[in-house]
């Protein structure tokens, strides 16, 4: 049983292009996250919704934008999208104590 | 300054060496500390967990914690191939949405 899910697992497309990253938690959590990592590494947040209500909304272009259409989904929908959009994006839901990461969409844009 | 900083590596020892990986945060309020472990194309996972000053170990690792310095440790004894991965210190502090603020991570190499 995947805990955190992810759906697409890769994803390549043009400049200019809108699409959406799926997410699921089957571990009951209240709170789930998106995260960016970039080339060198670096994870950071972006978004974090508490049972469907957005809790955290870092300095990301409004061209990003998270649903949360119930506590286990949270999806990221990206438009115009632009080559410094490319990294892994990853999903995370808040347990007790920690984080667990889903396994990471990669989005090359060209 | 970076809120969470780590030396970026790469860090090279032996295999049964020490691995000593280290952390200094800028928020005097954070509250939680972590060391996550990434293997190059994978997520990260959880490898410790710290909330007070002092040490706390779990198996081959050990976390220190130092809130008046501001700096957090992993160390890794009889450190193995496998341990090689990028290790990424994270800091959290409760401001209504437990946000976690991540170093860019530490690579260390186990050579066999």
């Known amino acids: 049983d995947t805990a955190v899910s992810q759906t697409p697992k890769y994803l390549v497309t043009q400049m200019g292009n809108d699409k959406s990253i799926k997410c699921e938690q089957n571990?009951?959590?209240?709170?789930m996250y998106w995260y960016k990592q970039d080339s060198k590494k670096f994870l950071k947040i972006m978004f974090s919704?508490?049972?469907?209500?957005?809790?955290i909304n870092e300095t990301v272009p409004n061209r990003f934008s998270p649903k949360s259409p119930d506590k286990a989904h949270l999806n990221l929908h990206i438009n115009s999208l632009e080559l410094g959009d490319s990294a892994v994006y990853f999903c995370?839901?808040?347990?007790?104590?920690?984080?667990?990461f889903g396994p990471g969409t990669r989005l090359l844009v060209l | 300054q970076k809120e969470v900083e780590q030396n970026s590596g790469p860090l090279s020892v032996p295999e049964g060496a020490i691995a000593s990986l280290n952390c200094t945060y800028s928020?005097?309020?954070?509250?939680?500390f972590f060391w996550y472990r990434q293997y190059s194309g994978k997520s990260p996972e959880l490898i410790m967990s710290?909330?007070?000053?002092g040490d706390k170990e779990d198996g081959r690792f050990t976390a220190q914690l130092n809130k008046a310095s501001q700096y957090v440790s992993l160390l890794i004894r009889d450190s193995q191939p496998s341990d090689s991965a990028t290790y990424l210190c994270?800091?959290?502090?409760?401001?209504?949405?437990?946000?976690?603020?991540f170093g860019a991570g530490t690579r260390l190499f186990v050579k066999a």
């Open positions: 995370a839901s808040r347990g007790r104590e920690t984080q667990y």
């Open positions: 571990l009951g959590h209240d709170t």
């Open positions: 919704y508490n049972n469907k209500e957005l809790i």
């Open positions: 928020d005097r309020g954070s509250q939680s």
């Open positions: 710290i909330y007070s000053n």
């Open positions: 994270a800091v959290m502090r409760d401001t209504g949405g437990f946000k976690t603020i």
